[in-house]
């Protein structure tokens, strides 16, 4: 089946295609149409990047534990660059994991597609300094980094957990997916989560 990303922010989109073996890292940098923004060439470059890619591929299959025939079968990602950050290295493995991640036949809430791709950086120790601290929010779907610091905490639980999740979701998307895998509802374990860091707790979702 034909899989194709546009994964936009200010700095970068990947377009991934199907199918085959070895998968091929290809960057289109367009930051030469913009006048007098050549940091990406002569800071990062194509090279690096597509090492980078390569890397963060295989750490993203490692921690979702996929064999060659469980992951997705694009055979071509491409990432077309737009503008220059400081922190693309952090940015990137959250791409990234948008390329390889489950989305639940369409049904997993955005929030905990990105949670999943911040937590993927949180294990590479890329969280931006910047993030909201662990334990932090009153909603377990409130921000990508509150989702990924709570991913965190139900891997510690259950190790692998993500990785199961991230498998569960190949064709459908139910909240019901943590009980199944941790014994409690996704609320419990965040009343759970919050309740040992003493902090307060709100359990409506966010639509
Ligand atoms: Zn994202």
């Known amino acids: 089946m034909s899989r194709t990303h546009f994964l936009g922010v200010a700095l970068l989109f990947l377009v991934a295609f199907p199918p085959a073996h070895a998968v091929k890292y290809r960057v289109v940098d367009r930051t030469g149409y913009i006048t007098g923004c050549n940091r990406f060439k002569t800071e990062i470059g ?11 591929s295989s750490f993203i299959w490692l921690t979702f534990n996929e064999s060659i025939g469980e992951r997705k079968d694009h055979d071509q990602v491409t990432l077309v660059i737009h503008g220059f950050q400081w ?97 409690k509802t996704v609320d419990e374990f965040w009343m759970d989560y919050k309740t040992e860091l003493d902090l307060p707790v709100e359990l409506s979702k966010v639509e």
């Open 46 to 56: 194509s090279f690096y990047t597509r090492q980078l890619m390569r890397a963060a």
């Open 87 to 183: 922190s693309f290295r952090k940015i990137l493995f959250h791409e990234m994991t948008h390329v390889w991640q489950q989305y639940g036949n369409g049904k997993a809430p955005r929030g905990l597609v990105n949670g999943i791709a911040d937590y993927m950086r949180l294990r590479a120790g890329l969280a931006p300094k910047k993030w909201a601290q662990r334990g932090s929010g009153l909603r377990w779907d409130e921000s990508y980094a509150v989702m990924a610091y709570f991913l965190d905490h139900c891997n510690g639980l259950k190790n692998g957990f993500v990785a199961e999740l991230n498998s569960l979701m190949e064709d459908d998307y139910s909240d019901e997916f943590f009980s199944v895998m941790l014994g």
